[in-house]
């Protein structure tokens, strides 16, 4: 019953690291996203993807990057980790035009010392 | 004023309880309407999906949405411990998943 599985569930880090979070899906969606979450400020988009090799930024784009290679898979890069930077991120995927179709998977706990 | 309003809680009731979750918003064009679901420790799952106006019922959640007052509801009858989440509202003028915007999520403690 997986659907959206990410590469690590907690991940301590150090700054000036450079990090790598990893995203799969098993649905087959086209769009897939990156959101952090933090208390109080609800999930925010940071980057999201329409096809492979396309990213369009989100509402928080800065200081990360993402690579879609393959369809089922979307990564997340901190180029240089800081410590304003240590949060929860989740991923998701959705088919397009479907609102109820978005899937999460269970989140990394991102700690950047 | 933030784009969708909603009360952090924590909510803490008893077993049996009829709850009461709410999300305020400031965008009228908001026309897709989302309650999520988010255990500890977990990713968020989708709960309830409305569009536009009206209600939806699904078990023992109840969806509304009120969009003269621009608020919405998730009510949850006989609650159980297993409710015990936090629970995230989010809308959007559109059914793109880019543009939905979420409350901070309320939480919510069923007691036995």
């Known amino acids: 019953d997986v659907k959206v599985t990410q590469s690590s569930r907690y991940l301590v880090k150090r700054t000036g690291e450079k990090v790598f979070l990893e995203c799969v899906q098993d649905?087959?969606?086209?769009?897939m996203f990156w959101y952090r979450q933090d208390p109080g400020l609800g999930l925010r988009l940071i980057y999201f993807?329409?096809?492979?090799?396309?990213?369009e930024k989100g509402d928080i784009p800065e200081g990360y990057s993402v690579s879609r290679e393959k369809k089922e898979r979307f990564s997340l890069i901190l180029e240089s980790a800081s410590t304003n930077q240590t949060s929860m991120y989740l991923c998701?995927?959705?088919?397009?035009?479907?609102?109820?179709?978005?899937?999460f998977g269970p989140g990394t706990r991102l700690t950047v010392l | 004023q933030k784009e969708v309003e909603q009360d952090p809680g924590p909510l803490s009731v008893p077993e049996g309880a009829i709850v009461s979750l709410n999300c305020t918003y400031s965008?009228?064009?908001?026309?897709?309407f989302m309650w999520y679901r988010q255990y500890s420790r977990k990713g968020p799952e989708l709960l309830m999906y409305?569009?536009?106006?009206g209600n939806k019922e699904d078990g023992r959640f109840t969806a509304q949405v009120d969009k003269s007052s621009k608020y919405i509801s998730l009510f949850i009858r006989d609650s159980q411990p297993s409710d015990s989440a936090t629970y995230l509202c989010?809308?959007?003028?559109?059914?793109?998943?880019?543009?939905?915007?979420f409350g901070p999520g309320t939480r919510l403690s069923v007691l036995p």
């Open positions: 965008n009228s064009a908001f026309q897709y």
């Open positions: 989010a809308m959007s003028e559109d059914n793109y998943g880019q543009n939905f915007v």
């Open positions: 409305t569009y536009s106006s």
């Open positions: 993807s329409y096809d492979v090799k396309m990213k």
């Open positions: 998701a995927s959705k088919e397009p035009g479907k609102a109820d179709t978005q899937y």
């Open positions: 649905m087959d969606h086209e769009n």
